[in-house]
């Protein structure tokens, strides 16, 4: 590999933890989401409001990235960080990130946003910098993990807004499904992934705040409480994806959407009870747990799936899937144990 390559690639690669391509699907998809509740939605019309969800993405995952420097300089998983390596400063990072936020409000304005429009994306913007700035902090964890999932909640308000609708029952069911979906991600998977380094450094999680502990080697051992807390929110999930199905069509709606977003849930619980499970090692609880994401991701999309054209569909989907791959490509993201090479790479 000649030195230019390899400075393209690592470059590239950079870039990809930086600003954490990895979940840049889950971004997108949301306004997405959104927006196919407006009639006669388009996949053209909808370029600014990627825009503004990559800008909200890069915001709050390099925030907090540098709100967190203090835990990620001892986790393992994070080695690998341009800002843990020190190839990234503080300051940059903090440039590019409150960069992000008048340039989303230019984006939307040009797009044509409108007043609630913005002032939902107010609300994502100002929850997500709460959360960076005390997630890891605050006395009470659930309450940062709310107000996070209340910024994340509100980007599928913006698409709804952003594409000339109204939100009905079935976007405001699908909006609680994300939030019991953000709960369970930061809450248990995030938490149970970090969860010795977190306590080593005295950071504040949810797992923590259980009693879930580090056992024997890499083993994790949840607490009962933290158990139920997960089996809840699973719970709350199917209720929502439940109810958002009903909202949009009920029995009279597409039997392929159905049977996706059983499907979808059905892989959910099974992994989350396989997460629990694989407790005694970390990697094999890891796994399971980015299996859980993934299928608990697939059943907004898969909910508005009737409402749809087929080049719709297929800009939904790519705009999940796509980032994923890329994921799955570089084998290693902040879900997955990076190789021990890659780490020092």
């Not at 605050?138 to 980007?155: E, K, N, Y």
């Not at 029995?251 to 392929?256: D, E, I, T, W, Y």
């Not at 094999?284 to 898969?302: M, Y």
Request: charge should be positive; charged fraction near 10%.
């Amino acid at each position: 590999m000649t030195r230019r390559r390899a400075d393209r690639l690592r470059w590239a690669v950079d870039t990809y933890l930086t600003i954490r391509v990895s979940t840049l699907g889950f971004t997108w998809l949301l306004p997405l989401v959104g927006a196919s509740a407006a009639p006669g939605w388009r996949p053209a019309e909808t370029a600014w409001l990627l825009a503004v969800a990559l800008s909200f993405h890069v915001f709050a995952y390099v925030l907090n990235d540098v709100t967190d420097l203090w835990v990620d300089r001892t986790e393992p998983l994070r080695a690998d960080s341009p800002l843990v390596r020190g190839e990234i400063t503080r300051a940059q990072a903090l440039v590019l990130a409150w960069a992000q936020v008048p340039l989303a409000f230019v984006l939307a304005l040009a797009g044509g946003l409108c007043a609630a429009g913005l002032a939902c994306l107010a609300v994502a913007f100002g929850a997500m910098t709460i959360y960076d700035l005390y997630g890891k902090r605050c006395r009470w964890p659930l309450l940062t993990d709310a107000v996070q999932a209340a910024g994340w909640c509100a980007l599928p308000l913006v698409g709804v807004w952003g594409a000339g609708a109204r939100p009905g029952s079935a976007t405001l069911w699908i909006t609680g499904y994300v939030f019991f979906c953000v709960m369970l991600i930061n809450g248990v998977h995030g938490g149970l992934r970090d969860l010795v380094n977190d306590h080593r450094r005295g950071a504040r999680s949810t797992a923590v705040w259980f009693g879930a502990r580090a056992g024997h080697g890499t083993a994790i051992v949840p607490s009962r409480a933290l158990t139920v807390y997960a089996v809840t929110l699973q719970l709350g999930l199917v209720a929502c994806a439940a109810a958002a199905w009903q909202s949009a069509g009920g029995p009279a709606g597409s039997p392929l959407a159905l049977a996706f977003i059983g499907l979808a849930l059905a892989a959910a619980c099974g992994s989350l009870v396989q997460a629990f499970r694989r407790a005694g090692d970390r990697r094999a609880l890891v796994a399971a747990g980015a299996r859980n994401i993934v299928a608990t991701l697939l059943v907004p999309p898969a909910a508005v799936l009737p409402a749809l054209d087929w080049a719709s569909a297929i800009v939904l989907f790519g705009a999940f899937g796509l980032p994923l791959t890329a994921m799955w490509a570089y084998n290693g993201s902040h879900w997955c144990l990076a190789r021990p090479s890659r780490a020092n790479a």
